[in-house]
Each structure stands twice: as C-alpha cells, then as structure tokens.
C-alpha cells in the first residue's frame, strides 16, 4: 500500500524536487516555496539567465539546467544532473508551458503544433525521463495542467487541446504507476497574473474583454504567489487535483453543463460577434504568435 493519503503529509525537507519552466511565474515562485520547506530544488528551463537568478536566490544547494521539454535527451540529461547532484529524485513539476495568439484558421501550422508539443508532449517526456528515478523514491509527479482543460474560449484551441489532454495523461499515468508507490496528480489554474497571460491580454483586447465576461472563478485572476502555495501543498499532499482558485474544482465537476449543448448555445452568440474582432486583433500583431515572453519559437539547446 502506498506510504500516502489524503490525510497524511509527505514533508519536503530533504525531498528532491525538479521543476521546469522554473525561469519565471509559477515555475519560479513553485521553487522558491519548495526551498524555503526544505526541498533542494533543480530549476530546468530554456532562459538560462533567468534561471541562474532564481538558483542563485534559493542558494548553493539548489540546481539550476539549460532544458527544452521537447527534446528527450536535454530532459534525460536534466534527470541525470539533478541524480547525480542531490542522490536522487523525489518530485517532479511539469510546468514548462506556452499560448499561442491565433485562432485556428489565424495562425500557422507551427504555432499549432508546437503548443502541443511544449504543452502535452513536453510535459509526457518530462514525466518519462524522471518516472524511474522517480519510482525509486516512490515520488511524486505533478502535472500543471489548467482550467482550459474543461472551459473553453475561442483563440485557445491548441491550449484547451493539450490541457484537457494533459489531465487524461495524468488520470492513466497514475493507474500505470500506482503499484510502485508514486504518486500523480494535475493542477487546474484559472487566470494567474503571470506574463505569460498579461501578455495575451495586452496582445489581444478583445480576448481580455472575453475573459472579464466570464462568471465568478473562470474570470478573476489569481496572484503567482497563491497559485505556487496551492502548488507546493500538493507536493506534500498528494492529492489527485489541484484547483486554484479552489472554487473551480465545482466547474470541473459540472463539465458537462459547462461545455455541454445548452452553454454551447450561449457561447456560440458571444463567440460570433466576439471572434471577427479577435481576428482584427491578431492581423494587428502582424505575424507574431506567441507573448514577448514566451519561449514557444525557440528549439531545443
């Protein structure tokens, strides 16, 4: 029987933890909360600069790695430094992730692709490569996630794409690993102030406008920091889903009636006079498709 339960706590000191996307936002925050509990943390990323701040913040016992979630062997190398560095592993986070400023019939085939390559398929190669040092320790893997999983918005069809396919990873992950005594859990974020999200925003008004609309936990915002804290709980938890705010744990229970035929209906009206301007919107940014901050171009190191 797995050393865990829902009432039980696994504390981080002295646990292993890797996070990617750990240059900034969540990633960033995730780790510093990681350290101040004890945990020594590896910072994987692809902004090395970045990411030697934060290590460097955390102190000398922390970790930082130059990684793209897309390619195996950066992610393997990635493991292997953190083994090497700290005896082992513990727990991973799968943060890394990026959004594309497109519609479908807007954008390029590559800003389609490559937000499930860095969203899905960056976060199952991450769990693979840390899943044997992982099931040594008899771990934990978390899996960022998002409310876009099961809430949808025009202009986020690739991102809902990965995120809801990303939970269903998750949700087979954890039978597959269950006898080994890890753990897997995914997060399910509404709207962090991150840059990630101010820069769609400021990107595209009508998108922004389209968020505001929403009603109670799909349109407010959460700070980095609550968002990071909700995370880190998990960690010593282990609890199957994280929703934050927690309100949205209701909407992921209510699916059906969220994304089902009636709501539908009711998006469709909104959507056919709103997306015309979205469009406007991405013209205007004349052939760019991802935030100033987001990494989603560039190729692996």
């Known amino acids: 029987m797995a050393p865990w339960s829902r009432r039980s706590r696994t504390p981080l000191t002295g646990k292993v933890v890797l996070v990617t996307g750990a240059a900034r936002g969540i990633g960033a925050e995730l780790a510093r909360r990681a350290a101040r509990r004890g945990a020594r943390v590896a910072l994987a990323g692809l902004e090395p ?154 990107a595209l008004p009508t998108f922004a406008e389209a968020r505001r609309s929403l009603p109670g936990p799909l349109g407010a915002y959460t700070s980095v920091e609550d968002c990071a804290e909700a995370l880190v709980e998990n960690l010593e938890t282990r609890g199957r889903r994280v929703f934050v705010p927690r309100s949205v744990g209701v909407v992921s229970a209510l699916r059906q009636a969220v994304t089902g035929a009636v709501a539908e209906k009711f998006v469709l009206r909104l959507s056919a006079a709103r997306v015309p301007q979205l469009e406007r919107d991405i013209a205007a940014l004349r052939g760019r498709e991802f935030g100033r901050s987001s990494l989603g171009g560039r190729r692996a190191r």
């Open 49 to 202: 600069e970045l990411l030697a701040q934060v290590a460097a913040e955390l102190g000398p016992e922390h970790l930082w790695v130059e990684c793209d979630v897309t390619d195996a062997e950066a992610l393997r190398t990635a493991v292997a430094r953190t083994v090497d560095t700290f005896g082992g592993l513990d727990v991973v986070v799968a943060n890394a992730g990026i959004a594309p400023l497109t519609t479908v019939m807007t954008g390029s085939a590559h800003a389609l692709s490559r937000t499930i390559e860095v969203d899905l398929t960056g976060a199952m190669l991450t769990a693979h490569a840390a899943l044997p040092a992982i099931a040594e320790r008899r771990g934990h893997v978390l899996l960022v996630s998002s409310a876009a999983a099961f809430t949808v918005l025009p202009g986020m069809s690739a991102y809902c794409a990965a995120k809801a396919g990303l939970e269903r990873f998750g949700d087979a992950l954890r039978l597959e690993v269950a006898h080994r005594g890890v753990t897997v859990a995914s997060a399910h974020p509404t709207w962090i102030d991150t840059d990630m999200v101010r820069d769609t925003e400021e």
